[in-house]
Every structure is written in structure tokens, then in C-alpha cells.
């Protein structure tokens, strides 16, 4: 592979495939044309959409909702219903009681009808004069309202329907939920027809601009209709004439404005709302002086190997090892094949290279061109590094065509040329100590937040994979083997409430495969633990979010949820049949080939108990309230199966080092947003964003810090909260260390007196030895200064003795040779961590290189553990056992094993 200018790649990675350059093609099959011999005073095709039925419209064309739309009958056909397109803004019912909203009760009536949805071409940002035409039908205009809908409902009103042309898009994701600047050349199903102004969605007629013409109802069935648009350059303004013509009817209106660049120029595209059924067949344009761009994509959206779902097993002849990778296309396949070899470049080229592994690709309510594929390695993963290519259909898909040779974005001043750094394959690290992992989150990117040089008029989208150019320039030089994404991993509502599993797809589709990420992904190992952004609604969690799954009253759509949950179980562990119901689970481990080091996965949100309070206020107690607080002791975190399964994993692995991850906030040391009028403390039981934190079921914190610090080398790890930081509890000497955000900012408030040593909301003794905050660099709270702080977690994870764990905040622009961020880097040994031990078996000798298990009298687990190659416990120290007990000592090795009982010794 050749050198990646990782600069300039970056640089084009955030232009999120807005790459223009002269020569092109037509991508939807309209004809190849030459840009530099387009006649340019006669219309041209730009599609005429007589492609095989898909969900997939064409490679020209680009929208942030393209569930509104299909290829149906060789025609662009409106796609009136689809799984989960009954969303609301929200639907977690302590959004209202926290915040006041409503009278803290939750409305369950709303009304769910769709705002316009624009469907715009990728390759043309026009300006001077112009015209844009498109043909289509009217198919069926009957609005019906089901059992159930309300007839009020704007859906079920005649003056809601529209079709149109949109122009001056300043981004191809405005429309629904999303800049909502462009102008709508639009036909209402009331029969007003012209200019309307698409801000805020309520499409207001722009002036006089707007007459009346043939209403949009059932004497229409099957009547083939022309809308255009004229622009003609008048000074700095210009003259827009729009035509309908129906029926063997013609109606014109006339816009004069002053300002064409913000009324006329920009992107143009297929404006729809409503429920009436009608088609496109064929858009023209008759470009003038503007001219086509090159706007290339990539057909391999994104690809990840889950590292956690990597296990060995046996066929008979020997050892295998599998991994399932997770992949997405652009457009439609059939079969998707993995090829993986140890050379990065095989001498007889990457066909030659064995099959893998293979899948088809599929498409249903929950998943959108994707292919869930069981890769069998044809090395163990510790002894060497591999790398691997993706096949759809017979045709190697790898490579990033956003990136490829060519000069790409010229006269941006921000983008140039990439040489070679599309054609990278990916890459498996090999799995030795030490392991370094990288942690990661709040990954939600879009233009409010992005801090990068603003591009010219056109060469915007609005949603970029990485919030700055240089974003993870360095990342080669950490050496890092697995990218852990946790909590808020692609913020699935943040733009918009995804109203199809289309939709759902693209938000995921921008985060994950914009060309960076794709990169970092296919370039590791990957562990994905998504959070409540990730399921669609901001704090799901709890029995709440059961309830929301099981009934269809609770003033959400349950069908959006249920497909949600489906999509996140999907994509983070490549189950192709998860349950929409059923209560998922979803902790997992996953152990080194050398079982040496395990990275464990838990969920803290959807097993907990409900952050509810006021349990006996309607009957019982009514005039005590509040007497279920978030101390009460039978309040849970993880769940029983959960914190049982916990504790068998912390009592019986035997590596050096154990990460946890995905508890958000044991120790209470972030603040929510109410004030308790008291104490001043903000940190009051009925604020969701304090119950948000893991640390407001104070009773199930208490018991998993005890867990976790019956042993030594465990450390707990999270995404969330919008800051890095690495925090040490003096008592029970666990580390605890949170990460992020890689594109969001609005880090959580440390709490009253947070300082290098204070105490937690309940009283536990804490040491803050990093934070680095939208707002501070330091324990001390020093003011930050420099870059924005999106940052990721740099861990390094070395077994055996000493045992050394290196933590590091680091802004994601930095190269591992500068200074940390957030005060200092921290070293720790594994003697240091958990409780102090109160016996030891430093004197035991077992059966050489072996994983040992440490169990009681009674057979109870006390802890896991290695022995080295003269049979040597590597962690001896035994925590709440007495000097004297008798201790069952079970090593195996293979097929091997060796038991004995040995008498524990003072420290």
C-alpha cells in the first residue's frame, strides 16, 4: 500500500464526498457525458429512473431522508409507509416530570404527519440561469384515514400534499429536520401552486408568488403532469418563471427577487409530502453556463471486524479462529465475500487470496444492504497481523473512491491531492501484550459543531464524519489494535427521528462511513457498546423502555422503537434475528488469545431499575412522597443475571487486567442540572440528567465498586458525559476513567468542590488525576485554552509483573509525543489496584503457564489468575480472605489440569 498523506486525507474525509472535479459521468444510467461537451442550451437528461426496483435511487442523488422514496415499476415512486414512521421529538416520560413540561405529565395524542423531505442531485450546484423540468403522474390521491388516525391530522389534509421541484439547497441533507433553507417550486394538493419558502418546514408562499391551479385529488388518478423552473439572471438578482402543466392545463407564476444567490442558486432536487402516491419519470435539466461535478461515492459504506465476537474453536483438524465482521452498501447485491491473508499486498494479487468468509446481503425492517459475515482467520490473531479485502458480487469493494489520485475539491483552498490513501485494505493487529486501546465517543458530528474552515457555497453538507481537519492525523502512531466506540456511537436522533429504516441507516451511514471513520474502523478491531442516543430517544433505559417497546399508547411509536433496538443489537454484535421485544443481552467478554488481557462489556442502562421515586404517592403513602429514593438498597443497576454474570467473570478470569466498560459515572463527581435549594448541590433525585449517570442508583454502585475491587487489575471505563478524565477511589483503589466527546461538545459540570482530592455526591473518597472539560484542562479546574477538547482515551494494558496500565487524555489532533491533556499521564501497577489484599499464595506453585481459578472451601470463586512458566501465581494477593484459610488451587492448561489446596499466607 502506498504512503497516506494522513493531512490531506483527513482534509478530504471532512468534505463528507463533496468532491468535485472536471470530467464526469452520469451515475444513474443516464448516458455518459463529457462536462466540457454538454450542449449547454438544451436540455439534458439527468435521469430517468428506468433502473430495477430498489430502495436505493441512484448513486445521483442524495437526501437526509431517502425513505421517502423508492424505484418502483422503472419510475421514482413515493414511499408512503414505513416501519417506525410515527416518531416523536421525544418519548421518555421523564423528559416532561423533570423539566416541567406539560404539567409533568407526558401527552400521549400528537400528531406524527411528516414535514417535506427533499431528494437532491448530488452533481449539480447551479447558478446564472437555468431550467430544471420533471415529468411525472399522479397515481393515487385518496386520503383515507385508518382506524384509529385522528382527521385532523395535517397528513389527512388536501393543502398537505406536495410535489415539487427544491432549489438553492446550500446542503443535499436540508429538508426534514435539517437547514431548510431551499425553495420549493411547489403544486399543493389544494391546488395553490409556486414559490414557498421551505424555512421551519411550513413552506409560506414567498410574496405574491403563489396561484391557483388544479387541486391534487382523485379526478387526477393516473394524469401525467410537468413542473419547471425557468431562471434567467437579472443583476444581481433573477427572474424565476415555474410552469405546471396537467390535465391540458397550463399555469405559470412569476418570483422577481433581488438576491438570486439566496432564492436560486445551489443545489436542485424532488421535493414531496404528504400521502398522495405519485412518480417521477424523468428530470431534465438545461444547464447553461454551469457544469457537472465529479462527485464520487463508496459502495462499501462501512466494514468492521468485531473483536469481541472473536473466539477459537475446534473442527476437528485443529484450532479456527472466527470473527464476525459487520458490513454496509451503498447500493444493492447479492452476496458479500471476505478474503484475508497476512500480506498486505499478496504477491499474486488479493483474487487469488481464499474465501473467507461470505453472506448475502440483506434488507429488511431493520437492516438496509448489509451483511453480517463469519470470518474464519487463517492465523491465530496473536501471532501475526492480517489484513483483508470486501467483495460484493465477485467485485472488490475496498477501496475509498472519496480518496482516490485524482485532484479532488480543487479550489477549496482546504482539500488537494490524496495519492494512494483510497486504496487501503484492512487491517487485523496482532493481539499482544502490550494492548492499547482507544477509547471513544459521543461521536455525533454536524455543522453547528464542527469547528473546520468554511467551505465555498456548495461544497457543504452540513454532516461531516470529524469535527476538525486534522482530526486523528496521528492515529497510526499510537499502534493502537482495537477502537472501543462507546455510548453515543452515532446519535441516531440528533439530526432527525428517523421515520425508516432508510433514514436510521443514513444517520448511522454518515457517523460510521464517512471516510475517516470507515478508515479507523477497518483499520482495528472494534467494540461497539451504543448508548441511548443510539437507540433513538435521549435517555432510554430502565423498565421504561420495555413499556415503550410492548405498547403502542405511551405517546411514542412503539414500532420506531422496536426497529431501533433491532438496528443497534444488529450492527454491535451482527445478530441477524434480534428480538424487538425482548429485553436484550448484551454483556459480553472478550479474551486475548493469550488470556491475558479481557475487555468487558456491560449495560448500565437497560437493566436498571426505574429512576421513578414516587412509587407509593398514588396509593400507600400518598402523603409521604419521594420514600423509594435513589439510595434505597433494593434499587439495581445491572440487573441479577447481569451482576451474577459480573461476578463470575471478575472471580474466575484469570487475566492480569480486566476493562470494564460501559458503566456511565459510578462515582457521583458530574452534577445534573437542578439545584437542591439546601445544600446548593446539583445533584437532586428528580433531574434526569443526574439520573441519567449510572451513580444514581447509588445502592447498585456500591455494589459493583465492591465487585470490581475484589481483585486487583480492574479498571472501570466510559463514554457518555462528554469530557475525559481519569478519577482513583481511595478506598477500593479502582481506577475509573470516562472519554469523549470525537465531535460533540457540552462536557457534564463537575460537581461542588471537585478538586484533585474530594469527595463523591455519597460521600466516597475520590482522587482526580485527569480532567480535560469543555471548560477546564486540570483537576484544579485551571481554565482550559488551545483547540476544542474532543478527545480520546489512549490505554496501554501490559500484563504480567510489574503489570504496568498507562491512561492518557488525548485531543484527538495529537501525536503521541506531546504532552498529555487534562493534567498528567497515569501509570499504574496492578499491586496497586483493588482493595488490599489480606492473604497471598506467593507460595503456591501450579502447573506452569496455565489460567488458575482460586476457589473457597465451600467452592465459592474468589479470584482468576495466570501462572508463570515456573508455576508461579502472577497475581497472588488475595482481598477479604483471612491468613490461614484454605484455598482450592485449579490449574489447566489445554486438555491439562492440576488441582490442590493450599493455606492462604499473611501479605
Known sequence: MGNIDRRRFMQVSLQGGALLASGAHWPDGAGSVDAGRVPLAE????????????????????????????????????????????????????????????????????????????????????????????????????????????????????????????????????????????????????????????????????????????????????????????????????RMTATLQVDGKRFEVVLDTPDAARFAHGFFGIAARGLTDWSVTRVRLTPEHNRLRTVPTADLQFCYALGDTLERSSDGRGDAWTVRFMTKFRSDGERVEIRVSDEEAPAKGWATVPVAGAAPIVSNDYRCRTAAVTVQLPFDPSTCTLYYTVWKDGRDVTADPRLGTDSVGAGTGWVGEVPNSGRYVGRLPKLVAPYKVCGLSCHAIHGREAALPKPRLGEAFGVRDQPTVDAFRHLDAYDFQVMLWEDDVWYLELLIYPPSPEDAYKIIELTLGGPTTRWQMMRHWNVINPGDHDHGMDDVKGPEQLALRRHDDLGQDRDYMRRNFQIVSHLMSGDESPDPVANPRRWRRWQMPNRDFSL?????????????????????????????????????????????????????????????????????????????????????????????????????????????????????????????????????????????????????????????????YDGRPVDILALYHQSY???????????????????????????????????????????????????????????????????????????????????????????????????????????????????????????????????
Not at 437493566?607 to 407509593?616: A, E, F, H, L, M
Request: proline share 5%.
Open 600 to 760: 468487558v462489556v456491560v449495560d448500565s442502562r437497560l437493566w436498571r431499575s426505574s429512576q421513578d421515586t414516587r412509587i407509593w404517592d398514588d396509593e400507600g403513602w400518598g402523603d409521604r412522597p419521594g420514600l423509594y429514593g435513589r439510595d434505597d438498597p433494593t434499587r439495581s443497576l445491572l440487573g441479577e443475571e447481569q451482576f451474577a454474570w459480573l461476578s463470575n467473570i471478575i472471580h474466575t478470569d484469570p487475566a492480569d487486567w480486566i476493562c470494564v466498560s460501559g458503566i456511565n459515572g459510578l462515582h457521583t463527581i458530574w452534577a445534573g442540572v437542578k439545584k437542591d435549594p439546601v445544600s446548593g448541590n446539583r445533584f437532586v433525585e428528580r433531574d434526569r440528567v443526574a439520573a441519567d449517570y449510572a451513580g444514581w442508583v447509588k445502592a447498585g454502585c456500591d455494589r459493583v465498586i465492591e465487585l470490581l475491587a475484589s481483585r486487583s487489575g480492574v479498571i472501570s471505563v466510559y463514554g457518555d458525559v462528554h469530557l475525559g478524565s481519569v478519577a482513583r477511589n481511595r478506598d477500593h483503589r479502582l481506577y475509573e476513567c470516562s472519554f469523549g466527546p470525537i465531535g460533540r461538545t457540552g462536557g457534564r459540570r463537575p460537581k461542588k468542590n471537585f478538586g484533585p482530592v474530594m469527595e463523591d
Open 43 to 238: 436540455p439534458v437528461t439527468i435521469d430517468e429512473f428506468a433502473r430495477p426496483d430498489s430502495d436505493a435511487v441512484g448513486d445521483g442523488w442524495e437526501s437526509l431522508n431517502p425513505g421517502y422514496w423508492w424505484l418502483r415499476d422503472g419510475a421514482l415512486r413515493r414511499r408512503l409507509r414505513n416501519v417506525g414512521d410515527r416518531a416523536r421529538s421525544t418519548g421518555f416520560p421523564y423528559h416532561y416530570e423533570t423539566h416541567g413540561q406539560a404539567g409533568g405529565s407526558m401527552p400521549i395524542e400528537y400528531d406524527p404527519s411528516l414535514p417535506t423531505g427533499i431528494l437532491w442531485r448530488r452533481d449539480w450546484f447551479l447558478s446564472d440561469g437555468y431550467r430544471v423540468a420533471i415529468e411525472g403522474r399522479v397515481l393515487d390521491a385518496t386520503l383515507t384515514v385508518p382506524d384509529g388516525d385522528d382527521a385532523s391530522w395535517l397528513m389527512y389534509q388536501r393543502e398537505h400534499t406536495l410535489i415539487g421541484v427544491a432549489l438553492a439547497g446550500r446542503s443535499q441533507f436540508e429538508g426534514y429536520g435539517r437547514g431548510n433553507r431551499a425553495v420549493i417550486v411547489g403544486w399543493r394538493g389544494d391546488g395553490t401552486f409556486g414559490f414557498f419558502d421551505n424555512r421551519r418546514h411550513r413552506n409560506r408562499p414567498l410574496s405574491t408568488s403563489v396561484i391557483e391551479t388544479v387541486a391534487i385529488d382523485d379526478a387526477l388518478r393516473d394524469k401525467a403532469f410537468e413542473i419547471t423552473v425557468d431562471v434567467a439572471p437579472v443583476d444581481s438578482g433573477a
Open 777 to 907: 484542562d486540570s483537576p484544579s479546574l485551571r481554565k482550559r485554552t488551545g483547540p476544542q477538547y474532543w478527545n480520546f482515551l489512549e490505554m496501554s494494558f501490559a500484563p504480567g509483573r510489574p503489570g504496568d496500565l498507562r491512561l492518557a487524555v488525548r485531543n484527538i489532533i495529537d501525536a503521541p509525543d506531546v504532552e498529555v491533556r487534562g493534567g498528567a499521564e497515569v501509570r499504574v501497577r496492578v499491586s496497586d489496584t483493588g482493595r488490599k489484599p489480606t492473604a497471598s499464595l506467593a507460595h503456591v506453585v501450579t502447573l506452569p503457564n496455565a489460567a488458575v481459578v482460586l476457589r473457597g472451601a465451600d467452592g465459592r470463586a474468589i479470584r482468576g489468575g495466570r501462572s508463570d512458566g515456573t508455576g508461579k501465581l502472577h497475581a497472588d494477593g488475595l482481598v477479604d480472605v483471612a491468613p490461614g484459610t484454605a484455598i482450592v488451587v485449579v490449574a489447566t492448561r489445554g486438555e491439562e489440569a492440576h488441582a490442590q489446596v493450599a493455606r492462604a499466607a499473611p501479605v
